[in-house]
Nanobody, 124 residues
Framework: QVQLVESGGGLVQAGGSLRLSCAAS????????MGWFREAPGKEREFVAG????????DFADSVKGRFTISRDSAKNTVFLQMKRLRPEGTGVYYC?????????????????WGQGAQVTVSS
C-alpha cells in the first residue's frame, strides 16, 4: 500500500480558493492513478477529481468542472487539487486516494490506499 498525507485544508469564504496537497510514499508514483474524494456531513464519499498515472488524463465531477484543477509532480511524489470559486456545498473532508494502474476511476472501491483526510469548510 501507499502512504498518503494530505495538507492544505482550512476555512475559506464562499468564492475563495484553497489548494490541497497529497504526498505519496512510494517509489513508483507514476504507476498510480490518483484521486480526490469528498465526504460531506451525512453523505457518502464522492469522487471529485482524478489524474492518470503519468498525468495525461484528468476527470472531474460535474459539480467542480471549470473551478477545480488536479495536477501531479512526479519529482515530489505529490498530487495537488486547486479549488477555486468554492461554494458552501464544497464543505467536507477531502481524501486523497491511490490506485495501482494508470487509469482514473470514479468509484471509491477501486482505490487501494487512502490518506487521513483534510477538512475543508466553506462559509457562506
Amino acid at each position: 500500500q501507499v502512504q498518503l498525507v494530505e495538507s492544505g485544508g482550512g476555512l475559506v469564504q464562499a468564492g475563495g480558493s484553497l489548494r490541497l496537497s497529497c504526498a505519496a510514499s512510494v517509489r513508483t508514483f507514476s504507476t498510480y492513478a490518483m484521486g480526490w474524494f469528498r465526504e460531506a456531513p451525512g453523505k457518502e464519499r464522492e469522487f471529485v477529481a482524478g489524474i492518470s498515472g503519468i498525468g495525461c488524463n484528468t476527470d472531474f465531477a460535474d459539480s467542480v468542472k471549470g473551478r477545480f484543477t488536479i495536477s501531479r509532480d512526479s519529482a515530489k511524489n505529490t498530487v495537488f487539487l486547486q479549488m477555486k470559486r468554492l461554494r458552501p456545498e464544497g464543505t467536507g473532508v477531502y481524501y486523497c486516494a491511490a490506485r495501482s494502474g494508470l487509469l482514473v476511476r470514479v468509484l471509491a472501491n477501486e482505490y487501494d490506499s487512502w490518506g487521513q483526510g483534510a477538512q475543508v469548510t466553506v462559509s457562506s
